[in-house]
Nanobody, 117 residues
């Protein structure tokens, strides 16, 4: 059974930092592209950051220079380091594992990030 479990969300003040983690099981983690998405109330889910199995990364323009995605294949875990947080970063953050060529697409349950003073 495939499981993606996010952790690390919470309430933080503007300008603060959080580190999200997504621990996976049931997949050969190293061969999956991993992504972080977010969904704010009343908005569509959007890509935040993505890292391929080879380590290539890409980011939404809104988070470039502030967020960093990384992966630890030994721990089957992907991370999202979020710095200089803004109120507009408030959303539920979801972890995604995908192997598009095989049509495999898995999601975590999400973790709430709230940026507020």
């Amino acid at each position: 059974q495939v499981q993606l479990v996010e952790s690390g969300g919470g309430l933080v003040q503007p300008g603060g930092s959080l580190r999200l983690s997504c621990a996976t099981s049931g997949i050969i983690f190293s061969i999956y592209a991993m992504g972080w998405y977010r969904q704010a109330p009343g908005k569509q889910r959007e890509l935040v950051a993505r890292i391929t199995s080879g380590g290539t990364t890409n980011y939404a323009d809104s988070v470039k220079g502030r967020f960093t995605i990384s992966r630890d294949n030994a721990k089957n875990t992907v991370y999202l380091q979020m710095n200089s947080l803004k109120s507009e970063d408030t959303a539920v953050y979801y972890c995604n594992a995908v192997r598009a060529i095989f049509g495999e697409d898995y999601w975590g349950q999400g973790t709430q990030v709230t940026v507020s003073s």
